[in-house]
């Protein structure tokens, strides 16, 4: 978990939140805290890790794997 805590570091955000399987992937939601507050700016970033590979997904990508994991919202 660290090394996905670190990524998320590079770009920008303070922590990652696993949030499920994604097509054979972990997934996690990168997270910007500010005072203890979770705070969401722009399109939903994603962070996907399968087989040691890490990849940084944002944009319609990131949308749809959260309609994976919250299809009723």
Do not use: C
């Not at 998320?8 to 805290?33: C, D, P, Q």
């Not at 979770?38 to 990849?55: D, R, T, V």
């Amino acid at each position: 978990m660290n090394e996905i805590i670190q990524f998320a570091n590079k770009h920008g955000y303070e922590t990652a939140e696993f949030i499920g399987l994604y097509n054979g992937a972990k997934a996690y939601s990168a997270i910007y805290r500010d005072d203890e507050d979770i705070y969401f700016i722009g399109l939903p970033a994603i962070i996907l890790e399968k087989n040691n590979s890490i990849e940084w997904v944002q944009g319609e990508k990131s949308m749809e794997i959260l309609n994976y994991f919250y299809p009723d919202e």
